[in-house]
């Protein structure tokens, strides 16, 4: 079982910079697909970034608006993955998830990610 714990949310103006950090327990960690999904009010959950386990080389994927500002790390060491967002926007505005899979095909489907943070509240003002 593993379990998921973000931090690093909050307010900040539109252009700045906030890095959202997802703990996890267990002790197969490096085998897991890693993502963060965001869910903005009255709108569904949102692929934001993954880095894919282990056995896909850990590589790295971006939605579309995210790409060139955001930034997705993991360490396999510490069992933590990162999001490191900048140039924030007002639509950046959203609870966003920690969320770990064994096996990943699109990656950015969320039925593939079998665990769940309790989400993180980020807020962009205009």
């Known amino acids: 079982q593993v379990q998921l714990v973000e931090s690093g949310g909050g307010l900040v103006q539109a252009g700045g910079s906030l890095r959202l950090s997802c703990a996890a327990s267990g002790r197969t960690f490096s085998s897991y697909g890693m993502g963060w999904f965001r869910q903005a009010p009255g709108k569904e959950r949102e692929f934001v970034a993954a880095a894919a386990g282990s056995w896909n080389g850990s590589k790295l994927y971006y939605a579309a608006p995210v790409k060139g500002r955001f930034t997705i790390s993991r360490d396999n060491a510490k069992n933590t993955v990162s999001l490191q967002m900048n140039s924030l926007k007002p639509e950046d505005t959203a609870a966003y998830y920690c969320?770990?899979?064994?096996?990943?095909?699109?990656?950015?489907?969320?039925?593939?990610?079998?665990?769940w943070g309790q989400g993180t509240q980020v807020t962009v003002a205009s």
């Open positions: 969320a770990a899979g064994r096996r990943l095909s699109t990656v950015v489907a969320s039925s593939e990610y079998e665990h």
